[in-house]
């Protein structure tokens, strides 16, 4: 019975051990940082604005119904009321003006121009006179045309589609910068855990190493020199130990911070893995970015917006003009009903202009500034064009020469665990010296740490790659997101 409970105890403790160790690959810890980590958050959050400002956008192109008024509209008060003979008495006035409006309206992309339609309805109650009067519009249609201005509508029907698109592409961008960012502190704690790995063998080995060169010394086949030597070395392994352990702690920390992962886990990270098969070329990350990125996007809105200003200045000046129209009917009763029997037609028909005749050159001045910004806006996204190009090429050469310098410091890491093992038991076997010793130990650590950062500038290389293009050369496909 006391055996029974022993297994089952122990099975209990070894469960608890496992549900307290989180055992995470790179690719994890990116995911928790892109679903959990406050910088997922904010870009989430500026998405789902730049969307609602795309809704609103939307909206002006659709018909709009309003219905507005005054209710009530009363008012008792006196007022000056100017006599034939000049001059002015103060009479009571006691009232209720109310009045509804219901319109429609529809914008016409292609000519700036408004259609509209009214219906209105108003009540007039003289308290001083016990009167009621009703007047309404029945009905009302109308169109107001601008001519020879510019017009928004046309223009942001170019540029706002650019910039929602800008702004997914953006919040991908974000996503991937997220990636590159959790990347570092991945790297930080996996070093910082081979640290304490290396420490705490090299402090294991010490220990074995002293004790045999203790029984030497018992001897006399080895010297007070050596057995020195070899205390030395076992406190500053004690050292870094301590030392690596702090590194962990702290590591840790940043980690957990970032990604979100709340709890008090122990963090044991996995070493990452060579992509050996994928091939990058500059040509295909060079398509797939202007395809993809954000400031590929850009390139094109910043063109179309000096365009439109140049359009701006010329709308604003020269001769301008708004052709307005309206046909309806109206009427006036004592009640409601009447309004709608035989109302009286009404109509509106004016040309509103503005010609300029004398401004000084401040039209062509307006106009040439437009132009002049709209060449420098070109030569800027010609420059910035080729800007994005190096970058990309300089990241493509960069990861190429990252992939092969990894597969070296991993060959180098192997031959030197393998030279540590020979010298440890060559120097217990008396064929070699202390000092050679620590300097195959010393090689041995120092091969693993480069083998680390070899994986952290391959795997940082990689999500640049993925940065700049926006595309998965793992899988062969564009990088999207929900």
Known sequence: ???????????????????????????????????????????????????????????????????????????????????????????????????????????????????????????????????????????????????????ALKWDKKIQPLLYNESIQAYIEAQETISIKVTGYFFDLLLAQVNLETATASLANTQKILKVANLKFELGKVS??????????????KKGVGTATRDVEIATLNLRSYTGQEGDAKIVLVMPEIISQMTVSADRVLTEAFANRSDAIAFVRKIAEAKRDVALARGQTGL?????????????????????????NQQLLQLQFSIPLLDWGRSKAKIKTAEANQK????????????????????????????????????????????YKIARDRYLLGDLSITDLGIASQENDQAKRDYVQSLRDFWSAYY??????????????????K
Do not use: C
Request: avoid cysteine; aromatic fraction near 12%; charge should be neutral.
């Open 376 to 419: 420098f806006t070109e030569y800027s996204v010609d420059q910035d064009k080729q800007t994005f190009k190096q970058q990309i090429v300089t990241r493509v050469s960069l990861f190429n020469v990252m992939k092969e310098q990894l597969a070296y410091t991993a060959e180098a890491d192997s031959i030197a665990s393998e030279k």
């Open 1 to 151: 019975m006391r055996f029974l409970i022993l297994i089952i105890l122990l099975f209990m403790s070894t469960a608890a051990i496992s549900r307290d160790t989180l055992h995470l690959s790179l690719k994890q810890v990116v995911e928790m940082a892109k679903d959990n980590s406050i910088a997922a958050k904010q870009a989430a959050t500026t998405r789902e604005t730049k969307y609602w400002q795309w809704r609103t956008f939307r909206s002006n192109y659709q018909p709009q119904l309003s219905l507005s008024g005054n209710l009530p509209g009363y008012t008792k008060t006196s007022t000056p009321v100017v006599q034939p003979d000049g001059t002015i008495l103060f009479q009571p006035i006691h009232y209720d003006n109310s009045a509804l409006n219901l319109n429609f309206s529809q914008t016409i992309t292609a000519t700036g121009a408004t259609i509209y339609g009214t219906t209105q309805l108003q009540r007039f109650d003289d308290f001083n006179r016990n009167s009621v009067l009703y007047n309404g519009v029945p009905y009302a249609i109308g169109f107001t045309q601008p001519l020879g201005q510019f017009n």
């Open 320 to 344: 301008t003009a708004t052709l307005m129209a309206n046909v309806g009917t109206s009427n006036s009763s004592s009640d409601i009903p009447g309004i709608y029997r035989s109302p009286q």
């Open 224 to 237: 007070k020199n050596e057995i020195l030597q070899l205390q030395l070395e076992l406190l500053n392994a």
């Open 464 to 481: 640049q790659l993925r940065y700049l293009s926006l595309y998965d050369f793992e899988r062969n496909q564009k990088i999207t997101y």
